[in-house]
Every structure is written in structure tokens, then in C-alpha cells.
């Protein structure tokens, strides 16, 4: 069978969902199908590694140690797969390379240009994951929307791809925006309108359409957006607004956009969403509910929290237990009144000085409080500090990072590091594997002798430390194999006290969640 190829791409406003929009699809057409999602995204950074999360959100880590958009956890979470550093491609990216073949001659003289040379390198790409990776159906998400410079070439190029692939074998959804506008109470077809237009003008001219809007839309919307926009008026779909993101395949579903595709690209996957349906019921129907608090420094922007707000929805889905998130900026916190409302404190990764003392005291109150505690990477940090400061009796213990002449350097960067200049792509990245300790509450949530989780910092527990943290009664429960880095920590005899410098939310998914997100809300629920 040939490579299919479905492009989303999105219009009036970013934010839209395309990501969503895109895993959604996927989810919908992977029963029978090998599918691989690529994103394209028009920054001129390499990866999103350098970005504050203000500026784009989570990044999100893969396996390979890549740094890719946030929309790539939606991509795993939805489909199941293993993303590769290989599908996300950034222009910054795509200009190193066309950088490269310059350098070495591989246009043997010619002045290279955008078209062809730029949008070649584009298009080999997308093919060569495509041979390299046996797929049956690739989904391109063009991120931005249309008319943004940065995303032209990228528009270009699988405006070309139908003549290389086949006009049967290729389909163009574009996601547009609908609004209701207040005191008019009236779908709004004119911006889906005019980005389909500008759509046109570059070539592309969608098989789908799928208008985002608080409510389904309406048969009148529907034939005014299918008259002026040339598409079938089947193929003009909701994207309803919805309290949680899983909800969306089933929409689409119910919407009929499989059965679109599958005639459009003559391919048959049907969906199942049995399961999906059952998980989607706990949600929404949940019989418990508790209050957790995040301790972070970035709360204004929950995307910066992506992965962890999705891994306790996969727990809440499991357990019927929803799950009320407090967002705590903890940067100028005075006193942990808050702990008073809460069932349990997660302590999330971060970077630099900023919120640290804050975070440290409410780890030294619910320590001491018998809180369930949940600490990922630099919450582990954190929580290796005040274990040091307030209970092995090393004042002013503190990594060096927040410290560099603190006498206690109980967290200080790897040696490796030292000599690193680069900001990007030069951390430990990506997955490691961790031995657990026989008898440990992590080896329990893991059932296993070892876990693999992926990894995004610099600093690691001072392995010179190590004795005089356990000997306090602080459990290294899950280390390297050859015992130098701390990977998991707990503390026995509190009803949840688990720390890693992993990230384990980056692996989470609704049909298994996160180890140590199931056995935290399961003890916030006790």
C-alpha cells in the first residue's frame, strides 16, 4: 500500500487545537493502519529546548533525548507511539540543512533558493520518515496559521506534495474558527471564510474542513461555509468546544470524519472506541474527588504544566476520581495556609533560583504534616535540600545551581557539564533506565526491578551525600546501575513521600497512566 498523507493546517488564530485536531484524526484511523505524525513548525530555533515556557509552553522530551513541541505529547497520548526527533522539523532546522548541502556542494553551483531547493529539503524529509518508518499514513501538522511568514515554505511544500504522491492519496484539513460573538448569538462563518481563502491563494484547497465553536454548528453554517469554501457539506465538521481533550476523537467521530477520509484516501480503519468511551464516562461522572496542589513557578500558563495536568487525568479516568489542581506560585509565597484545602502537593521541574525557597518549605510542611508528596525533578532536588537542612542538620544546604558557594552542595551539576557552553540539546535528555530497590513503594508502582523514564536537567543528587542523606532514613530507591545518580527517593513510614528526577509524566497515557501519578492520587484518595 502506498503512504497516505493527511495536512493540518489551521487559520485565524493560533491555539486553535490543530495539534489536538491532528492526534484526534490519528487516534480515529490507527485501528489498522501504522501512522506516523510529523510537525512542522516555522521557528527559527533548532528545538523549543531554549524557549521560556511563558514564550511556548511544555517542552516535551522524547526517548532520543529530542526536544520537540508540547503537541507531540498529544501525538503519543492519542496514538500510542514513540515519537523520534526526526519528526519534528522546525525551519531553523530545515535552513541547517539546506546550510549544510550548501557547504558541502551539493548544489554543485546553483543559487540556492527558497523554491526549489528549500521546499525539496521539506518534502525528502517528510518522505524519508516515511520509508524510514513503513507508514501506512503520515499526518502533517503545519504549525501557525496561514498567512504567518514563517509557515509559507511548509505550505508550499505540501502544496506540492499532491503532484509527487497523487491527488488521491493526499487529504488537506483545515481547522478554522467559528465564534459566537456576545449579544449576537450567531455563528460566525466569515473568518473561516476569509482564512480559506488565503488558504486558495497558496494552492491548497481543503478536503475538510473542521470549525472550532462553543456549539455544533448549525445546517445554515454549514452549506454557507460548504457554498463559499468548495467543500462537500459533510465534509465541513464541528470542533465543539469540550471540558477535556479526549472528548474530541469522539466528536469527530460522531461528526462522520472517518468515513470522509477513508473514501477521500481509499483506506479502511475503523475506530473502537469502547474503552475510550468508558474513560471518558469516569471523567465526567467521576464518584471521588480531591484537591491537589502544584507548587511551580510558572501557574499562570498551565500549558507550561501540559503533561502533568494530562497524567492526572489519565489517573482520574482509571480511578473515577477527579482530580482539582490548585496552582500555588510559590516565587513570594509567605506562609502554607494553603495545605489546609488540600489532599496532596505535587512539586513539578523547573529551572533557576526563582520560587525555590518557597517550594522547600511547603516539601518541609508536608513532610511533617504526613501530606502525600509527589516531586518530579527538581522537586526531587528540593526535597533532598530540606531533607538535608531541616533533618540531617546541614544548614544551608542547597544546589549549586540556586547557590554556587553554598557550604552543603547537596545537588551540584554533573562534571560532564561543567565545560558546556550551549544552552540547547545539552542537558541529560531523553530515556534512562533506573534500577529500583527491592521492597521500595517505587519498585511496587512499577512492579518491575527497573523503570525507564526520560530526563530534562543538569543537576543531579551529589553522589559525596549519598550516606549521610540515607543514613537519616531517606531512601534512594531507584538509582543508575552503576549507583552514582539518584533517580527516585521516598521516605517509609509516610503515607506518600516519592520524588524522581525523571520526568514520568512525559510517558503517561490514558490506557496506562504514570506509576507514580496512580499511587499519589491513589494514596490523596485514602
Request: charged share 25%.
Amino acid at each position: 500500500m502506498l503512504t497516505k498523507y493527511i495536512i493540518v493546517s489551521g487559520g485565524v488564530l493560533s491555539g486553535l487545537g490543530k495539534g489536538i485536531a491532528a492526534a484526534s484524526i490519528g487516534h480515529l484511523l490507527s485501528s489498522r493502519l501504522r501512522i506516523i505524525p510529523i510537525k512542522c513548525d516555522g521557528y527559527l530555533n533548532v528545538d523549543p529546548g531554549t524557549m521560556n515556557p511563558y514564550e511556548h509552553g511544555e517542552v516535551f522530551v522524547l526517548d532520543d533525548g529530542a526536544e520537540v513541541d508540547m503537541d507531540f505529547g498529544h501525538y503519543e497520548r492519542f496514538l500510542g507511539v514513540r515519537c523520534k526527533s526526526k519528526w519534528n522539523l522546525t525551519m531553523g532546522k530545515v535552513f541547517d540543512m539546506v546550510r549544510q548541502k550548501e557547504r558541502r556542494g551539493d548544489y554543485l553551483g546553483k543559487t540556492v533558493q527558497y523554491i526549489p531547493h528549500v521546499t525539496d529539503v521539506i518534502k525528502n524529509h517528510i518522505f524519508e520518515v516515511a520509508r524510514e518508518e513503513s507508514a501506512d499514513l503520515i499526518i502533517v501538522e503545519i504549525g501557525g496559521t496561514v498567512g504567518d511568514i514563517e509557515n509559507e515554505l511548509f505550505l508550499e511544500s505540501v502544496r506540492q506534495m499532491k503532484e509527487d504522491v497523487g491527488r488521491g492519496n493526499i487529504a488537506y484539513v483545515h481547522l478554522t474558527y467559528v465564534p459566537i460573538p456576545y449579544g449576537v448569538h450567531e455563528q460566525k462563518s466569515k473568518p473561516t471564510q476569509q482564512s480559506v481563502n488565503l488558504l486558495k491563494q497558496r494552492g491548497i484547497f481543503p478536503d475538510v474542513i473542521i470549525g472550532r465553536c462553543p456549539e455544533f454548528l448549525s445546517k445554515e453554517v454549514r452549506a454557507k461555509i460548504s457554498n463559499f469554501c468548495d467543500v462537500d457539506p459533510e465534509a465541513v465538521i464541528t470542533g465543539l468546544d469540550v471540558e477535556d481533550i479526549y472528548e474530541i476523537p469522539l466528536i469527530f467521530e460522531q461528526e462522520g470524519l472517518p468515513a470522509i477520509l477513508h473514501k477521500k484516501l481509499n483506506i479502511y480503519s475503523p475506530p473502537d472506541m469502547a474503552k475510550w468511551r468508558q474513560w471518558i464516562d469516569n471523567l465526567k461522572n467521576p464518584k471521588r474527588e480531591i484537591t491537589v496542589a502544584m507548587c511551580g513557578k510558572y501557574t499562570k500558563l498551565e500549558d507550561s504544566y501540559a503533561s502533568i495536568i494530562e497524567s492526572f487525568n489519565h489517573c482520574a479516568a482509571h480511578l473515577s476520581c477527579k482530580v482539582n489542581l490548585k496552582m500555588v506560585e510559590t516565587t513570594d509565597l509567605k506562609d502554607t495556609s494553603f495545605l489546609n484545602g488540600v489532599d496532596g502537593v505535587v512539586v513539578p521541574g523547573g529551572f533557576g533560583q526563582r520560587g525555590t525557597e518557597g517550594k522547600i518549605e511547603v516539601i518541609r510542611a508536608v513532610r511533617e504534616k504526613n501530606i502525600p508528596f509527589l516531586g518530579l525533578c527538581l522537586g526531587l532536588q528540593l526535597a533532598v535540600i530540606e531533607f538535608s537542612r531541616n533533618v540531617c542538620g546541614l544548614q544551608e544546604a542547597n544546589s549549586t545551581e540556586i547557590d554556587s558557594n553554598t557550604p552543603h552542595p547537596v545537588i551540584d551539576i554533573l562534571p560532564e557539564q561543567r565545560k558546556v557552553t550551549e544552552k540547547g540539546g545539552t542537558m541529560r535528555l531523553g530515556a534512562y533506565t533506573a534500577v529500583l530497590k527491592e521492597g521500595s513503594v517505587v519498585s511496587a508502582l512499577y512492579q518491575a526491578g527497573e523503570a525507564s523514564e526520560r530526563h530534562r536537567h543538569r543537576y543531579e543528587v551529589n553522589p559525596e551525600y549519598h550516606r549521610t542523606i540515607s543514613e537519616k532514613g531517606m531512601v534512594l530507591s531507584g538509582t543508575s546501575k552503576d549507583g552514582r545518580l539518584v533517580e527516585f527517593i521516598e521516605l517509609p513510614h509516610h503515607k506518600f513521600f516519592v520524588a524522581t528526577q525523571a520526568h514520568p509524566e512525559l510517558k503517561s497515557r490514558m490506557e496506562r497512566p504514570a506509576p507514580l501519578f496512580y499511587g499519589f492520587v491513589k494514596a490523596c484518595m485514602s
